[in-house]
């Protein structure tokens, strides 16, 4: 992988960006798109050539009710032998109506073959609160055999806070545990604007699971933090979580990157991990942060800690 591309602007104009490496090596790019109006894919031999690839429109948003506006955060994961996206959308008559949607490919090839929409993805008979209210960023991750699906829900009276939830999937497209609430905005750099946590990401190393996050506006308030369990503890308990003090990865103004966030992880060809994340290169922004396009994805390599712990910094 040429070195250049790492702190750079890699893909331009695609925030939330999710890159997911095969079992056949095979990469896989997706993104929000900057009308948020459906769900793209890309393949490459590596991940360098992600920027290059072709991107094929797989699902297009509807003209009116459910999954009509604010397409987000898309990611691509294989559960059981088959192909599932899962995203988030609104609905043209009450854009801020945000819920998990799931889709399904009937084949093997995700950028050729027929995508089933699931619908909404649904929570267990049991839990009354989850996806009731604005919920995104749904991201799947495995442990001791098991699957769990890691979100974003807002709650509150008043004031709207953004918090994560976890729970145990029964299938890809529905729960099997009632939520647990992961994280809420504690601290005064999780509230600059919005008291936010959102688009929960996770990383596996040395018996131990990471799961980094959002947190704020979408501006140059943009930050991620981190979590971390130790690979056999109950990751349904939350007291078993631990939750960094400080912001893992920052705005740097030095160089030139704002709002670093909404992430994701993969492997370079080497098998070394690599941050995926989108920033911006302006402090200042034209018009409405949500709708102003200039969210672009970069990689950054990924270092350890003494403690094992993941270390992110710009070079």
């Known amino acids: ?7 750079d602007v890699w893909i331009p104009q695609r925030a939330d960006p999710y890159v997911y490496r095969h079992t056949d090596g095979s990469y896989y790019f997706t993104a929000s798109l900057p009308a948020y109006d459906g769900i793209a894919l890309r393949r490459a031999a590596g991940l360098e050539e992600l920027a ?3 991107e094929v429109m797989i699902w297009k948003k509807h003209a009116s009710g459910p999954m009509s506006e604010h397409v987000w955060a ?8 088959k192909w599932y996206i899962y995203f988030a959308a609104g609905e043209a ?18 950028l050729t073959d027929e995508w089933v929409e699931k619908g909404m993805l649904q929570c267990s008979e049991e839990d009354e609160f989850s996806f ?8 799947i991750f495995e442990n001791q055999g098991k699957n769990y699906c890691i979100w974003a829900e807002k709650v509150g009276v008043g004031r709207q806070i953004s918090n994560l939830y976890i729970a145990q999937l029964e299938s890809p497209t529905k ?3 009632v939520q ?8 005064d750099w999780e509230r600059k604007g919005f008291w936010v946590n959102e688009g929960p990401a996770v990383l596996k190393h040395d018996g131990r699971i990471y799961v980094t996050y959002s947190a704020s506006d979408t501006g140059v308030n943009y930050c991620m933090g981190m979590l971390s369990i130790d690979e056999k503890e109950d990751v349904l308990d939350p007291r078993n979580w631990r939750k960094e003090r400080m912001p893992v990865l920052k705005s740097d103004e030095s160089k030139g990157i704002y ?12 098998g070394n991990p690599v941050l995926v994340f989108h920033a911006r290169t302006e402090k200042e922004i034209v018009g409405n942060p949500l709708y102003n396009p200039n969210r672009h994805a970069m990689l950054m390599k990924i270092e350890w800690g003494k403690n094992g712990e993941p270390l992110f910094a710009f070079a």
């Open 132 to 139: 009731r209210a604005f919920s995104l960023d749904t991201t």
């Open 1 to 7: 992988m040429k070195e250049t591309i790492y702190q």
């Open 175 to 177: 729960l099997k545990t």
């Open 74 to 81: 898309p990611e691509l994961h294989y559960l059981e032998g």
């Open 93 to 110: 008559e009450n854009i801020w109506n945000i819920r998990p949607y799931v889709l399904e490919c009937q084949g093997s090839d995700p």
């Open 259 to 270: 709002g670093p966030g909404h992430n994701s992880f993969t492997t370079d060809a080497d």
């Open 52 to 54: 290059q690839a072709e």
């Open 180 to 187: 647990v609430l992961l994280t809420t905005p504690d601290y």
